[in-house]
Structures are given as C-alpha cells and as structure tokens.
C-alpha cells in the first residue's frame, strides 16, 4: 500500500491536475475482476494527454518496497479521455 499511496499522491502532485475525486466499488461490485478484486476509480480534471501519459508513468516506475518490482506488476491501469457532456435543454 506504501506504493500505491506514493503513486496516488504522485498523480496529486502533477502540475495543472485537479483530482475531483475517488470511488471505491469494493460493496457493490460482484463476480470477479480482473487480477485483483480491488477495482478503484480516480476522476481528475488534466490539463493535456501529455498529464495523462505522465499519471500513468507512475504505475511504470513507483518502486514496490525495495526488491526491483514496480506497481504495474500489480495493479491494471485504463485511462479514459474525453469531455463533459453537455446536454442542451429542448
């Protein structure tokens, strides 16, 4: 957990990112997930793709205590882009 704290702080840290918030669906999902069975979500607003590509950096080198692992080896990462949806009143 040190390392995925270290990471969760990293995506924090990250210049013009606006974490909004963390949902954890751990009472309501059912069945199995892939790997794991911890799935948690992370809504931030990001200035560029480029601040993407840097959040999902940090599962790539966030070191796993002091063997030579990273957290990718434990964890699943899918970043999805895209805008606010803007329903217009009729």
């Known amino acids: ?7 969760w ?11 909004l ?3 954890d669906d ?11 069975p911890w799935t ?3 809504l931030a607003d990001v200035p ?3 601040t993407v ?5 940090l599962f790539r080198t ?3 205590g002091e063997g030579p692992y990273r957290l990718w080896r434990y964890a699943k990462v899918e970043a999805r882009v895209g805008r606010e949806l803007i329903i217009q009143r009729s």
């Open 53 to 57: 590509h840097a959040a999902c950096n």
């Open 21 to 23: 918030g963390n949902m």
């Open 40 to 42: 948690t979500y992370l």
């Open 26 to 36: 751990d009472q309501s999902m059912v069945g199995p997930s892939d790997g794991f």
């Open 9 to 19: 702080n990293g995506i924090h840290d990250l210049p013009g990112v606006q974490v």
């Open 62 to 64: 966030t070191a796993v």
């Open 48 to 50: 560029d793709i480029a």
């Open 1 to 7: 957990m040190g390392a995925f704290s270290a990471m």
